[in-house]
């Protein structure tokens, strides 16, 4: 028992401290956290606000627009087409989409639940990369199956620990109970 609390305190109280290369790595992946999270928060509020950028007013979700729709339906190619354009505008999965780019925004950019995030924004941006199969620019390999991986990295070294609440998460007794909220 002391051993297993010596070791949880140890991965959740570690000092920063650390060699120039392990500090540098640990500020590069923090700002790259930062980075991912606002992606997926501004395109949450891209498109629920409609703020003309790739989303115009008139079908921003608060004024009755779709966030699913337009892409499903008209953005989409490849074997899953017909899938996708079967779910274009459906409530739930507009409530699960938005939900999901603000959760992971949310967790990325204050470094908390990063292994929920990493796996239901790695999810999220297959679904996304299937969707437009195959890549414009490569026969399979896109922006989406990075992000993905770097979504993988970023839970595995504790990227919310620096920069972030992720220590503090971590010492949460229903985080310490249920390891993979980490």
């Not at 950028?53 to 008139?58: C, H, I, N, R, V």
């Amino acid at each position: 028992m002391a051993a297993t609390i010596e070791r949880i305190s140890a991965e959740t109280t570690a000092p920063t401290a650390g060699t120039p290369r392990e500090r540098a790595a640990r500020y590069i992946l923090a700002g790259i956290r930062l980075a991912l999270g606002w992606i997926f928060l501004w395109a949450f509020i891209d498109k629920l606000f409609g703020l003309g950028l790739a989303t115009e007013s008139k079908n921003a979700w608060v004024n009755g627009g779709s966030p699913t729709e337009g892409f499903l339906t008209f953005g989409v190619a490849g074997p899953f087409q017909d899938v996708y354009a079967g779910i274009a505008g459906a409530a739930w999965a507009d409530w699960l989409f938005m939900a999901g780019l603000a959760g992971i925004g949310v967790a990325l950019l204050l470094g908390i639940g990063m292994r929920v995030a990493a796996v239901a924004g790695g999810l999220l941006l297959v679904l996304m990369w299937t969707a437009v199969l195959p890549p414009e620019n490569n026969p399979f390999m896109d922006d989406h199956l990075i992000y993905a991986a770097v979504l993988a990295v970023l839970a595995l070294v504790n990227a919310g620990d620096t920069w972030g609440f992720g220590r503090a998460w971590a010492r949460l007794p229903i985080v310490r109970r249920m390891r993979w909220l980490r």
